[in-house]
């Protein structure tokens, strides 16, 4: 008996271990910071291979998420997003990926310090 629940507490732990979910390692512009010039690219790097399914950006004064036109359709651990028309404010990138069959959703802040634009941020 003490074999049978062994082998059933190892059975579980193995399944559980074999799950892990993705983490968002790093992004550029980096969560919570502030960049004197505007990005160009947005840039999210993964602990492992994941499909991105959605990424909006958003400057907080506005009302609309502005979405991802061309979304890579590819898997990988890095995606590098062209972006146009930042200006100063500060601004919220909100994405979700698919990992095997579970999806992980999260978000990035970062603030461009600088003189004011209005220009219209806009993502390819």
Known sequence: MKKLAALISLAILWSTCGQAAAVLLKSTPAND?????????????????????????????????????????NEATAFTIPVVGLSAGAYTVRWTVF??????????????????????????
Do not use: C, I, Y
Not at 99 to 124: K, N
């Open 33 to 73: 910071s502030v960049t004197d010039k505007p990005p160009t690219t947005l840039v999210l790097e993964f602990s492992e291979r994941v499909q991105l399914h959605e990424l909006f950006l958003k400057r907080d004064d506005e009302k609309h998420w502005k979405s991802v036109r061309n979304m890579p359709q």
């Open 99 to 124: 990992t095997g069959s579970s999806a992980l959703t999260g978000q990035v802040r970062f603030t461009v310090s600088g003189q004011q634009s209005d220009r219209t941020a806009s993502l390819h």
